[in-house]
């Protein structure tokens, strides 16, 4: 386990928790879409604390010392938030939050506030640490490949395997020249293919917020790279910056079944997890 590899489970714990909130933003109680987004947080949460515990903890509470002495103190600030998780998930079934959506809402965003708080005190304070003592490597020496590893990050974008969620997550960033288009088509293509072969459904989100606009040579190899690897039944939700790019985006590679624009990601991911 590396630096790199938790920090990405802390922006995809961050994640979750605005997506819960996003829900909580309704009117009406969503009880079956709080259920979905509560059961990717716990099982998100149960995981990176399991690598956390084996990676970091684990080491340092057999040794003595200031760094212990330090971990110590951490989880002591944050024993109260353990506890409030649990009887969170508890005491709030569905009949409860239907009966009190208000307050339902108003403890969510208290208890997400305060989980966004922790993953960031702990990278500030013991992932630091970790690196500093040699526990942590930074990342791996060799880059992985799609194959090896569902994190893959290149130079302008990245792609992640967002398995408890059934969702490729991509995030492009930048201008692509047809080198680095030819090259995110290719690692983008063996992880469709894989998640056909394990009979996924395909499901894509692209956050596209700070991509640069593409040269006609480059729109030409993004329709043709797209029409080779998605089939019809796969859903692409595609994030854009703004309201005007996704009218211009429309109108450079169509929207159908398959793809969409968007400028919300809250919308986005709601789309591709509709039936």
Not at 3 to 9: N, R, S, Y
Not at 160 to 183: A, K, N, Q, W, Y
Not at 244 to 250: A, E, G, I, S, W
Request: proline letters at 4%; hydrophobic letters at 45%.
């Amino acid at each position: 386990m590396t630096f790199e590899k938790l920090i990405g489970e802390h922006d995809h714990l961050e994640e979750l928790t605005l997506r819960l909130e996003a829900i909580c933003e309704r009117d009406v109680a969503d009880v079956y879409g709080v259920a979905a987004a509560r059961f990717d947080l716990k099982t998100a949460l149960d995981e990176h604390l399991a690598h956390e515990q084996e990676s970091i903890y684990a080491h340092y509470m057999e040794s003595a010392g200031a760094p212990n002495a330090v971990i110590a103190q951490f989880h002591a600030r944050f024993e109260k938030l353990c506890a409030d998780w649990n009887d969170y998930l508890l005491d709030w079934n569905a009949q409860c939050l239907e009966a009190d959506w208000p307050g339902f809402k108003a403890e969510t965003a208290d208890l997400m506030r305060r989980v966004r708080q922790r993953t960031s005190e702990e990278t500030q304070l013991i992932y630091a640490m970790a690196l500093q003592h040699g526990v942590l490597t930074l990342r791996h020496d060799n880059p992985a490949s799609p194959a090896d590893d569902p994190m893959l990050d290149r130079p302008g974008y990245t792609v992640r395997e967002d398995l408890p969620r059934g969702v490729i997550r991509m995030m492009v960033d930048g201008f692509f020249d047809l080198e680095t288009l030819s090259d995110h088509f290719t690692d983008n293509e063996i992880v469709v293919k894989r998640w056909r072969s394990a009979d996924r459904p395909i499901r894509v989100f692209i956050d596209a917020v700070g991509l640069k606009p593409h040269t006609p040579e480059g729109q030409a190899c993004v329709q043709e790279a797209t029409a080779r690897i998605y089939e019809k039944g796969d859903k692409v939700a595609v994030r854009v910056s703004s309201s005007l790019v996704k009218m211009q985006m429309r109108r450079a590679l169509a929207e159908d079944d398959i793809i969409a624009f968007f400028v919300s990601e809250a919308a986005a991911l709601t789309w591709l997890e509709a039936a």
